[in-house]
Each structure stands twice: as C-alpha cells, then as structure tokens.
C-alpha cells in the first residue's frame, strides 16, 4: 500500500487512473448495449 504523500505527490496519476476507469465502464456499456441490439435482432 502506498503511503498518502505519495498519492498527494502525484495528482496526476489519480487524474489518469480516473479516466482509464471511465473509460472502461463506458467502453463496457457499449459493449452490453451492442451485444443486446444484435441478440434482439
């Protein structure tokens, strides 16, 4: 486990881990979404 200066040290990291899991989440909506739209076909 990091230490929290570390963690206030680099507030980018934060920024970055962030956005990587938006992005997940989003790209696995779309992926639900997709998938229902070609099984209801």
Known sequence: ???GNS???APMMM???G???VL???LMIL???ALL???RT
């Open 7 to 9: 963690m206030i040290d």
């Open 24 to 26: 997940l989440l989003t």
């Open 31 to 33: 992926g639900i979404l």
């Open 37 to 39: 739209k070609y099984l």
């Open 15 to 17: 920024w970055a881990m």
């Open 19 to 21: 956005l990587f899991w």
């Open 1 to 3: 486990m990091m230490t």
